[in-house]
């Protein structure tokens, strides 16, 4: 589905993580949460129709395919949540960022974006208003090829061309042995800066949970005091329309204290929307010590791994050694035998010579 979904010449362009929400479709006011924790959100670019989206997967389940159009507009409505309304998808999508930063990054890709998709569609009309005018060329003389995608931006080949002069470049190519050893290193490097992400968020959800345990237990006394006092509310309500003799005056003190126990009911209705979203950070909370526990279970394996390497790039340096010292050993005897060789030469040489002499003189 997700190759489905993205095409063959689609590719990632940014990515940041945030949680996704939509717009209610029945009250157009509510946000509803389509993600349970933060996902990644991606600008993709279509290089065949030049198009760029925004696409964010849950799982297998796209849960943004939007589009981005030059009428599109990116609003930030608090410092870490932003919107934009997606007319062909009939809603408006909302992310919500761990940081301000975050948020500055997404917005200014979409503006550069938009602007992108802005100049590709005029290029297109370009194209189009070229291709319909007749020429005014002779009949004999021949008609250029309109603009493509592929005149402007390069066929695949031509593309392609840059990255093999790059890479046909001479360079220097790392042992054999060392590649493994500084490939684990650059993993375990990457899992101990996520692990330490994750510590630190860890910490300050761990802070902002005990604060709100603590403002739990004081709306928790205050929702018992509202109670009270709408009991106690009723029964002067009771005691006034038993007692009182000015049933007009007794009727409005009813309506006020009604009001009143409205506004209490409704105080209480947000105390007990408050609690749920307490809960869901909690919930979110242990998913993250969850996800620590696993990373530092992944940092340990990776470990392992390093001394496993470790061990068997020490063997080969010491298979290394042992081989250079006989090699040595092997030129050192050669040598000797080249000596002892000469050697003899030359004794058999003076002999030919003796030799020689004797039968001269003979």
């Known amino acids: 589905m997700f190759i489905q979904l993205l095409g063959h010449r689609e590719q990632p362009i940014f990515s940041t993580r945030a949680h996704v929400f939509q717009i209610d479709p029945n009250t157009k006011k509510n946000w509803v949460p389509t993600s349970k924790h933060a996902v990644t959100v991606s600008y993709f670019y279509d290089s065949t129709r030049n198009v760029y989206r925004i696409i964010s997967l849950d799982g297998s389940k796209a849960i943004i395919n939007s ?28 992310l919500g960022f761990s940081s301000e930063h975050h948020l500055s ?54 593309r392609a061309t840059p990255e093999v002069t790059q890479n046909s470049e001479p360079r220097a190519e790392p042992t054999q042995n060392a590649l493994p050893f500084t490939h684990s290193s650059t993993i375990s490097k990457h899992w101990e800066a996520e692990l330490a992400t994750l ?85 979110n909370a242990r998913e993250l010590q969850a996800q620590r526990d696993s990373l530092t279970q992944k940092l340990q394996e990776v470990e392992i791994r390093n001394k496993d390497l470790e061990g068997q790039l020490s063997d080969l340096e010491q298979r290394l050694e042992k081989s250079q010292n006989e090699q040595e050993a092997f030129r050192n005897n050669l040598k000797t035998l080249l000596e002892i060789l000469d050697g003899k030469i030359f004794e058999l040489t003076e002999l030919r010579d003796n030799l020689a002499k004797l039968i001269e003189c003979s």
């Open 67 to 94: 589009t981005i159009t030059p009428n599109m507009t990116f609003t930030k409505t608090s410092q870490k949540f932003g919107q934009w309304a997606d007319s062909r998808a009939n809603t408006v999508y909302g």
């Open 105 to 158: 990054k997404f917005a200014e890709k979409f503006q550069e974006f938009k602007e992108a998709a802005r100049l590709a569609k005029e290029k297109s009309q370009e194209k189009m208003e070229l291709t319909s005018t007749p020429s005014q060329e002779s009949a004999g003389g021949d008609i250029q090829s309109p603009l493509t995608p592929e005149s402007i931006n390069g066929t695949d080949d031509e």
């Open 199 to 283: 510590k630190g968020n860890n910490a300050k959800l761990t802070a902002a949970l005990l604060e709100s345990t603590a403002n739990v237990k004081q709306w928790k006394q205050q929702l018992a005091a509202y109670q009270e006092e709408a009991e106690r509310l009723h029964k002067r309500v009771t005691e006034l329309e038993c007692v009182s003799s000015q049933a007009n005056a007794v009727h409005t003190h009813k309506t006020e204290l009604n009001q009143t126990i409205q506004e209490l009911e409704s105080t209480l209705k947000k105390k007990e929307e408050e609690i749920e979203r307490l809960k869901q950070e909690i919930d």
